[in-house]
């Protein structure tokens, strides 16, 4: 398992980190949080892990540890492969995932695209016993704005081209960023990326993307 790289940032978009390791471009999936935190030019550390399929490795990057660890924990749920499970970690943190699956709120997980009030309720059911405990003294439902988190002014382009990659069509993400920006204003550009994709996607009405 590679469980974490670190090298320079050759090149970053809202989903894909390129670093260079050792003389190699090492393309990372990544959630809009993470790579919010990245520059071109700058070194990074990235937690990591590996998916490895007949025809392909595909390397998944994360901001952290813990992170990497409930990634991997979603995937030893039925039906949850890794691009789903990260696809739900772009919406919600690890702690407010816990918290969800803790309170049995299946309304909250039929927000993330590709969920089903069905597979919401498996996830429920199969998780409760894997993810442990949200953090005590949580706030905000246990999404919290990090510095490498942040958007930094960028936080459109970031957010538009998150739902994109997710499912929807770009008309329905810039209708959605435009939401977005209504509801936050000015304070988005000091908002957790993370935060702005969750509003975004509850702006929708959790509609499952592609349909």
Do not use: N
């Not at 050759?10 to 520059?39: K, M, N, Y």
């Not at 990497?68 to 039925?78: K, P």
């Not at 997980?109 to 998780?127: D, H, N, S």
Request: aromatic content about 2%; proline content about 3%; some cysteine.
């Amino acid at each position: 398992m590679i469980a974490s790289v670190r090298g320079s940032v050759i090149d970053v978009a809202a989903d894909v980190a390129v670093i260079e390791v050792g003389g190699l471009g090492l393309a990372i999936h990544c959630t809009p949080a993470t790579t919010a935190g990245l520059r071109r030019g700058e070194e990074a550390t990235i937690h990591t892990s590996l998916v490895v399929r007949e025809d392909s490795l595909t390397l998944y990057g994360f901001t952290d540890a813990d992170e990497r660890a409930v990634f991997e924990v979603l995937q030893t749920v039925s039906g949850v492969g890794p691009r789903l499970a990260q696809g739900m970690l772009a919406a919600l943190r690890p702690d407010a995932l816990r918290q969800i699956v803790a309170s049995e709120d299946v309304v909250a997980l039929t927000q993330v695209p590709g969920i089903g009030k069905k597979g919401a309720q498996r996830l429920v059911l199969e998780l409760k016993d894997k993810l442990g405990s949200p953090a005590v003294g949580m706030a905000g439902g246990g999404v919290t704005a990090s510095a490498a988190g942040r958007a930094a002014g960028g936080w459109q382009p970031q957010v538009q081209a998150a739902l994109v990659g997710l499912g929807w069509s770009a008309r329905d993400a810039d209708t959605a960023v435009s939401s977005v920006a209504d509801e936050f204003g000015a304070a988005a550009a000091d908002t957790d990326v993370a935060v702005l994709l969750r509003s975004a996607l509850q702006s929708m009405g959790g509609a499952v993307a592609g349909r």
